[in-house]
DNA sequence: GATTGTATAATTGTATACATAAACACGAAT
DNA sequence: ATTCGTGTTTATGTATACAATTATACAATC
């Protein structure tokens, strides 16, 4: 179907399904606190919010709970999950955990050819730093993330690590107007991508757990 | 509805939902190789495979897709994952880190309510090795890295590391048969219950990282 | 013979109708 | 007033019908 619709955040989503889509915004409503924490989430009443039918819903609603933002109690319905802020900071550090050996198991596993997406990232994000251009930093920067996700080569990991993403997505705008936030995120990256290059693992890991904490740090 | 319906490995499942026992049934297939890789899942198939309509299908496909058990291709369908035996080493190597990280956090935050029943699941242990009975072992042992999971007290981790159990159910009843191997968890459990009681992390972590290795190597 | 175009079949995506279980309201019995 | 029972309503669980997309077969063209 490929339909063009307009997500609640006022950006065109154009996902494959309404399912997926559909999962995706609950999200954004849920990290948001659009979706209150402890509502019940009533088919229904999401069909009507969200102009669909129950089949989608239903599927959408099955994989937030996969992921742990709702809770499923069987034949009462659907519950958003309440995260606090020591939820959060668990999350940070499971997140953390899982990104360190992300960049381990990537410096040994790397390709040549995810090797030269990685430095074309890093080329675009010291250009962007120097323009100052925080949108497409943004999006660099998440791809920086996802290109390590690649290379670490194990699908569940990366699987794992991208639903994490979307925890400090809403997160942002905050700190960033900062001065030294683009030049500070670059520092890091550059750390990191320096010991990929250098193919040097536990320096890699430090750089990677340094720059975890300090984004946890920017972003509280 | 709460049937009661016979799955395939003959042991009678009385879950709530076809759409949750089916998920189940579905993983038990992927990971005994009766579903084998790449295969594709087409929902109809499934449907007369599994006596279930279309419905539940989707929704367990939904739910392996979350887990990465599945790959599901917009418009084309779901074909079943292929593990390697890197990635299942890798599986284990993900599974180890976040039993490290819920045993500091149990440690740390466990109750005096979730001390004692740790404490009977424990003597209990002790009790069924000595009888030498390897079944009520393993849920005994099953119980215990949940009762772990819990008293971490963070419901995203408890979520994951519940859903890495299926990776080595399967693979049971091979290594259990030799003499030391009772003995063997026996005192391994031991040291991470005596870290609980000490209230010492670094031993609990220590004691629990070691248990996951020695489990991958009596597992492989 | 290979390739492209088109009709047909098969499969996924979505909507809706039906079945069943939980929530609710309300009155009778204690 | 509280508890219990019963009928009603609402919501979830399941099945099925319809729509849209993709795969397949086969003919036409080069």
Redesign the pocket.
Known sequence: ???TVRNLTGVKSTN??????LSVRLKEDILSGKLKKNQ??????ICEEY??????V??ALVALESEGLIE???????FVIGLSDKDMDDIFTLRRIYEVQATRWAIERITDEEMEALEENFDFMEFYTMKKDVDKMLNINVNFHQMIYKASHNRLLRHLLSSYQIYVKHAKTAAMKKDDYLESVLEEHRRIFRAFKDGDVEAGAAAMEEHMINSRKRHK
Chains 1, 2 share one sequence.
């Open positions: 179907m490929a339909v494959v399904s309404l399912s997926t889509d019940k989430l009533t088919e229904q009443v102009q669909v039918s129950r089949t989608p239903r599927e499923t109690i069987p034949n009462r319905g659907a």
